[in-house]
Structures are given as structure tokens and as C-alpha cells.
């Protein structure tokens, strides 16, 4: 899997959109983004991934550079309970099997009141 | 609803032991996942499984043993625990669907060995 690079952490004021960069300058051609949250103590949550297009769910925004070589995760209104470590992730799953998910040390998003 | 589930949450041991960890999933997915976090660090693959009886070495296997005689179920044995592996412990599965890596991850087992 690719390597990425996040700042280790950023805040956000409640309400605000949050933008979290990410950087994956060597990913390959089938490899997609996927992005992941920690609440504290809690097993990490899916949040969105993507492979060229930009994406958008329920809970966020992605949104891929042209050249893939980054993005940028965006929680349009973010609350207190958004206050968790996030992570970038580069994989590709033939779906044969899968080889894990290889996680980084993410960025730390503090949301104030 | 489906879910992921493990146990115990926290358990207390001490070196040498052996201890098991329970996973348990009901999203019927074939792929299941053992990863370890410690400190102040991301999570790191141990072992994971493509189907029944399929079990591979992730970054850190040394000391981890797992098995899968079932779908829903793998269980990952610690066979003489030692202070190095004190770690929160989650468990996760996935579906096998070309395209798609997203994992669904268990609340964690706290294991402290003394």
C-alpha cells in the first residue's frame, strides 16, 4: 500500500466545515482512498473512500485531487462529537481477499465550542 | 442489525499464559482482521482470513495464532503471553467485493499482561 501524510493534528470551531488534507503522492493507478475516524477507546468507523471521482455520503465530503496525488476529507458542519483521530488510507482490494488496511498515525481533529 | 463483536473487553493476565480472544461477526463477510494498537499509534495487522480454514501472517503475527472453523467466528490465541503485548486489540471484517476495503471494526479488548 501507498504511505500517506497527515498533520498530526488540526482544530475546527463547532459548525464549521472541517478540511482534512492528506497526501499520496506515490498511490497507483487501482488503488482507492479511504478514509477512517477513532472516537477515543472506540474501534475506527468507516467514513468514506473513493477512487477518482469525488464522493459524497451522509457523514462527509471527499474530494480527490485530479492527479490523485491527494485529498481532502470534509465534514461540512462539524460537532463535538466529530472530535477524533482520523486516517487516510491507501488500498486496493482485488476482491479476492484483502491484506489489511495499513494505518498511519492520522491527524488528531479537536472540534471547540 | 448485524454486527462485530469480541471478547472478553478487558482481561488481565499474566506472562506465559495462554489467552484467547473471541471475535464474532454477523455480517457473514469471508474477510476478518486482527490488528493491535498501542499507545499513541495507528493499528497494525496481526492476522487475518479469507474464508474458513484460510489464516495469514499480517506486520506483527510473532506470538498470535488464529483459526477459523467457521464464518462468523476467529478467535486469536496469545500462546505464552508477554509484556510487549499489552495492546488494545480490534477485530474487524469485510466483505469480498472487488473495489471495496471497508472494514467493519469491533468495540476492542483491553489486555494488559503482567
Known amino acids: 500500500d501507498a504511505k500517506t501524510t497527515q498533520p498530526p493534528s488540526m482544530d475546527c470551531a463547532e459548525g464549521r466545515a472541517a478540511n482534512l488534507p492528506c497526501n499520496h503522492s506515490?498511490?497507483?493507478?487501482?488503488?482507492?482512498v479511504y478514509w477512517y475516524r477513532q472516537i477515543h477507546s472506540q474501534g475506527p468507523q468507516y467514513i468514506i473512500h473513493g477512487l477518482k471521482n469525488n464522493e459524497t455520503n451522509e457523514m462527509a465530503s471527499l474530494i480527490i485531487t485530479e492527479d490523485r496525488k491527494s485529498s481532502t476529507l470534509i465534514l461540512p458542519h462539524a460537532t463535538l462529537r466529530d472530535t477524533a483521530v482520523y486516517y487516510c488510507?491507501?488500498?486496493?482490494?482485488?476482491?479476492?481477499?484483502?491484506?489489511?488496511?495499513?494505518f498511519g498515525k492520522g491527524t488528531h481533529l479537536i472540534i471547540q465550542p | 442489525d448485524a454486527e462485530i463483536t469480541q471478547s472478553p473487553r478487558h482481561k488481565i493476565t499474566e506472562t506465559g499464559r495462554q489467552v484467547t480472544l473471541a471475535c464474532h461477526q454477523t455480517?457473514?463477510?469471508?474477510?476478518m482482521f486482527w490488528y493491535r494498537q498501542d499507545l499513541g499509534h495507528g493499528l497494525r495487522l496481526i492476522h487475518y482470513?479469507?474464508?474458513?480454514?484460510?489464516?495469514n501472517k499480517g506486520e506483527v503475527s510473532d506470538g498470535y495464532s488464529v483459526s477459523r472453523s467457521n464464518t462468523e467466528d476467529l478467535p486469536l490465541t496469545l500462546e505464552s503471553a508477554a509484556s510487549s503485548q499489552t495492546s488494545v486489540y480490534f477485530c474487524?471484517?469485510?466483505?469480498?467485493?472487488?473495489?471495496?476495503?471497508?472494514?467493519?471494526f469491533g468495540p476492542g479488548t483491553r489486555l494488559l499482561v503482567l
Open positions: 506515490t498511490i497507483s493507478g487501482n488503488e482507492y
Open positions: 482470513s479469507y474464508g474458513v480454514h484460510d489464516t
Open positions: 455480517w457473514n463477510h469471508n474477510n
Open positions: 474487524a471484517s469485510s466483505e469480498s467485493r472487488v473495489g471495496t476495503e471497508t472494514q467493519y
Open positions: 488510507i491507501v488500498s486496493f482490494h482485488s476482491g479476492g481477499g484483502a491484506d489489511g488496511l495499513t
